[in-house]
Structures are given as C-alpha cells and as structure tokens.
C-alpha cells in the first residue's frame, strides 16, 4: 500500500532513540522528510545518519523540552527548513523511574515530572504546530503515552518495584484527555488527532529494569525477562518496531477517519473493553 508519505514533512521528539527513533525510521523508509528532536546532540546525529542512510532528508533539533520557548523554537526551525510541518508525533517524555514508589516519599516535582516533562511539552508543540496546519487545512498530530493512562499494573506485571507508576500514568492520562478534546477542536479543519499507548517497551530504559527485576526476584537476568513476558499474552515485551507501523498509518493521508483514538500496541496486556 502506498501510504502517500512521499515528501511529507514530519516532527518527531524524542527522536533519537527508543520508539521515536524507529518511528522516524519508518517515516524516512516511506519517503518523509524527517526532523527529530532530542536533548542530547550526539545521539540525534547518530539517528541522522541511519535516517539519512534510507534516502531521506533528516534535520536535527537539539533542544530540552522542558522549556516553553523551546518548545516554540523547535517548530519555527522546523518549518523555516521544510516549509511545513505535515505531522508531528509527540513521543518526548521525561524519565519517571527516579520517582519514589510511595506517595508519601514523593516531592511535588516528582509527581509532575511526567505532566511537565511530557504532557505539556507535547500540548505546547501541538499548539505551535496548529497555525501552520490550519493554515493548509491538513494535518495529523500523534501522541506515544504508555498504558498507564488506562490501567494499573499490579505486583510482578510490572518490570520493577522501583519507581511510581503513578506518576507516568498522569501525564499519558493527561495527554489522552487532551487529544481527545483537541481531536474535536481540530477535525473540521482537516486535522486528524490520536494517540498510541505502547505497553513495556524494549527502550534504552529495558535493560536496567530487567536488571532491577532480577535483583528483586532473585533471578538471572535472563529469567527475570521471560517472567515478565508471562504477564504478556503474546510472551515477549513490546518492541519499537511494533509500535512504528501504526504511528505510519495513523499519519498517512489513507487514514482519513480515524482520530480522537486511544489506541494500545501491547501484546494482549491491557484487559478492559472500551467501547
């Protein structure tokens, strides 16, 4: 199927690594042309040469997130040098695992650390990106929040007794509900709005967790991974590449119905029915 990605101009965050990096490595594999965003410089101009490596022309943007100006600035570089943004995929997310596992340990910044460093940044792209897309009458704006947004793991389903899950699940819940309002806002000017909850990820951040795992459990490291994948229908853990495909589709032209979408990419894990 030809997705219609050819030329398009897309703005991935979080780009260098993990899940941004393999979703802007499919974008370059159909055609884009790919701007991603990082803080640190070095790891975006590793991810640079892999994407240019598939034919694809790929700008760098070395910027914390974090910071509102920031936020701004990234978008004006972006479209001074493609003249556009057609699709922004916001996947940047500050890491949550410092955060102490009980309430009462954990600071105020602790708690917000995912709604400033990830929710609001991405509210705050997506706000700066809308000018241009209205402008064209065309858009698409995708959201990477894991599964914490819609369900609690308990006890070994999660990968470590370390961190607050809590704490990652407002900020991805906080992203959902503002998709799914900026979903309705944006639709009749030709914006489509979603977002993808990745379940455990094989990310940077895997290996130290499975190495806490291990630890806690009084396991190899080894042994530690397939317990973990006992608690995914599909027994392994999500990787990168299973969540790219659909980041894809969701921003292709071809797709011109779906948004307003929460929808998970996690082997089987999450239980409810959402109707």
Same mark, same amino acid.
């Given at each position: *199927?030809?997705?219609?990605?050819?030329?398009?101009?897309?703005? +991935?965050?979080?780009?260098?690594?993990?899940?941004?990096?393999?979703?802007?490595?499919?974008?370059?594999?159909?055609?884009?042309?790919?701007?991603?965003?990082?803080?640190?410089?070095? &790891?975006l101009?590793?991810?640079?040469?892999e994407?240019?490596?598939?034919?694809?022309?790929?700008?760098?943007?070395?910027?914390?997130?974090? $910071?509102?100006?920031?936020?701004?600035?990234?978008?004006?570089?972006?479209?001074?040098?493609?003249? &556009?943004?057609?699709?922004?995929?916001?996947?940047?997310?500050a890491? +949550?695992?410092?955060?102490?596992?009980?309430?009462?340990?954990a600071?105020?910044?602790?708690? *917000?650390?995912?709604?400033g460093g990830?929710?609001?940044?991405?509210?705050?792209?997506?706000?700066?990106?809308?000018?241009?897309?209205?402008?064209?009458?065309?858009?698409?704006?995708?959201?990477? &929040?894991?599964?914490?947004?819609?369900?609690? *793991?308990?006890?070994?389903?999660?990968?470590?007794?370390?961190g607050?899950? *809590?704490?990652?699940?407002?900020?991805?819940?906080?992203?959902?509900?503002?998709?799914?309002?900026? /979903?309705?806002?944006?639709?009749?000017?030709?914006?489509?709005v979603?977002?993808?909850?990745?379940?455990?990820?094989?990310?940077?951040?895997?290996?130290?967790?499975?190495?806490?795992?291990?630890?806690?459990?009084?396991?190899?490291?080894?042994?530690a991974?397939? $317990?973990?994948?006992?608690?995914?229908?599909?027994?392994?853990?999500?990787?990168?590449?299973?969540?790219?495909?659909?980041?894809?589709?969701?921003?292709?032209?071809?797709?011109g119905?779906?948004?307003?979408?929460?929808?998970?990419?996690? /082997?089987?894990?999450?239980?409810?029915?959402?109707?």
């Amino acid at each position: *199927m030809d997705l219609q990605l050819t030329g398009k101009a897309v703005l +991935v965050t979080g780009g260098s690594r993990g899940i941004g990096r393999q979703i802007a490595l499919a974008f370059a594999a159909e055609g884009a042309r790919v701007a991603i965003c990082s803080r640190g410089e070095a &790891g975006l101009l590793t991810a640079a040469e892999e994407i240019r490596a598939l034919g694809a022309e790929c700008l760098t943007v070395p910027a914390d997130l974090t $910071d509102a100006v920031a936020c701004q600035n990234v978008v004006d570089q972006v479209i001074a040098a493609f003249g &556009g943004i057609d699709i922004l995929v916001n996947n940047a997310g500050a890491n +949550v695992d410092s955060a102490p596992s009980k309430l009462a340990d954990a600071s105020d910044d602790q708690i *917000m650390s995912r709604v400033g460093g990830k929710a609001l940044a991405a509210i705050r792209l997506s706000r700066a990106v809308l000018p241009y897309m209205q402008s064209v009458h065309s858009g698409r704006i995708i959201f990477i &929040g894991g599964t914490s947004a819609r369900m609690v *793991m308990r006890g070994r389903e999660r990968p470590s007794t370390e961190g607050n899950p *809590m704490v990652s699940g407002l900020g991805n819940a906080m992203i959902t509900n503002f998709a799914k309002m900026l /979903g309705e806002q944006v639709v009749k000017e030709g914006i489509l709005v979603n977002v993808i909850h990745p379940h455990i990820t094989r990310s940077d951040r895997h290996p130290a967790r499975i190495t806490r795992r291990a630890t806690e459990m009084g396991l190899t490291e080894s042994e530690a991974e397939a $317990d973990l994948a006992t608690y995914i229908p599909i027994g392994r853990v999500v990787e990168p590449s299973d969540i790219a495909p659909l980041a894809v589709l969701l921003a292709s032209p071809v797709n011109g119905a779906i948004t307003g979408q929460a929808i998970t990419v996690d /082997g089987g894990a999450y239980r409810g029915i959402n109707y």
